[in-house]
Nanobody
């Protein structure tokens, strides 16, 4: 059974840092395109960052470039999103996801329809 367990969300002050983790079971992350998505009330879920199965191509939403870093640890079958210099606009529920379709052009398709396995979501709130 494919499963993700997310952790690391919480309340953080503007300018602070947070690391989200997503442990996978039932499949190998190193064979998947993986991504982090964010959803806020009243808006569609959007791609924050995606990385291809070879870790050679990475997409970041413009507003998080230079602040967020996506990564994976294949030995732990876990993916991460390091969030630095956060601001209130980063607030939302963050979801990890994986896609078995390694042909995805992540620069254009870091969007929910291309992803099949999802974490349960973790709330990130940036507030003073």
């Amino acid at each position: 059974q494919l499963q993700f367990v997310e952790s690391g969300g919480g309340l953080v002050q503007p300018g602070g840092s947070l690391r989200l983790s997503c442990a996978a079971s039932g499949f190998d992350l190193d064979e998947s395109v993986i991504g982090w998505f964010r959803q806020v009330p009243g808006k569609e879920r959007e791609g924050v960052s995606c990385i291809d199965s070879t870790d050679s191509r990475i997409y970041y939403k413009e507003s998080v470039k230079g602040r967020f870093t996506i990564s994976r640890d294949n030995a732990k079958n876990t993916m991460y999103l390091q969030m630095n210099s956060v601001n209130p606009e980063d607030t939302g529920v963050y979801y990890c996801a994986a896609s078995p379709w390694t042909w995805i052009n992540i620069q254009a398709n870091c969007v929910p329809p291309f992803f099949r396995s999802w974490g349960q979501g973790t709330q990130v709130t940036v507030s003073s």
